[in-house]
T-cell receptor, first 114, second 113 residues
């Protein structure tokens, strides 16, 4: 059974800092991994998708890396802004009979203050 | 291009009642999955529909059932509601091939009193 852990659970930083959010998962047999952001009471917005054969993906100020064999992914946020405040969720995707299913932890709650 | 849409936005029901939630997938997507997110928790997978059939199911009781229509839209039904069913219900859609990137809707907030 896939278990996902995200560290830290919460993070509060001043604007402009470069951030590192960590995700670990127990089953390395994944098809892909997605990072999402969730604003309070809202749905999930996809930030980055990394296929299992890839090592990293970049989109603007965001960079995500994947080390499938060790069960780890990291999301880097450069030059953080107050608008980045949200909960960030990492979700490894199953493969084979669980293809298309995402597994979630509790996420990292990020607050960026001016 | 419309993304994933869900209705209703909010819903209040009484214990023992039944509820139906609806989801329209992103244009071009044929696979729909449902997730339950309790307050302070990550989303939990309920089930996935593809070609109008339930393809996968998470650890949820039979009170949770679903349906997918020929136009790929989907319904989630919950019978005999319990207080613990109060949660944000999220629908996700994807293409049934390729990257399987999941796109989520805004969710339906269900409150059971």
């Amino acid at each position: 059974k896939q278990e996902v852990t995200q560290i830290p659970a919460a993070l509060s930083v001043p604007e402009g800092e470069n951030l590192v959010l960590n995700c670990s998962f127990t089953d390395s047999a994944i098809y892909n991994l997605q990072w999402f952001r969730q604003d309070p009471g809202k749905g999930l917005t996809s930030l980055l998708l990394i296929q299992s054969s890839q090592r990293e993906q970049t989109s603007g100020r965001l960079n995500a890396s994947l080390d499938k064999s060790s069960g780890r992914s990291t999301l880097y946020i450069a030059a953080s802004q107050p608008g980045d405040s949200a909960t960030y969720l990492c979700a490894p995707g199953g493969r084979g009979s669980t293809l298309g299913r995402l597994y979630f932890g509790r996420g990292t709650q990020l607050t960026v203050w001016p | 291009d419309a993304g994933v849409t869900q209705s209703p936005t909010h819903l209040i029901k009484t214990r023992g009642q039944q509820v139906t939630l609806r989801c329209s997938p992103k244009s071009g997507h044929d696979t729909v999955s449902w997730y339950q997110q309790a307050l302070g928790q990550g989303p939990q997978f309920i089930f996935q529909y593809y070609e109008e059939e339930e393809r996968q199911r998470g650890n949820f009781p039979d009170r949770f059932s679903g349906h997918q229509f020929p136009n790929y839209s989907s319904e989630l039904n919950v019978n005999a509601l319990l207080l613990g069913d109060s949660a944000l219900y999220l629908c996700a859609s994807s293409e049934g091939w390729g990257t399987y990137e999941q796109y989520f809707g805004p969710g339906t907030r269900l409150t059971v009193t």
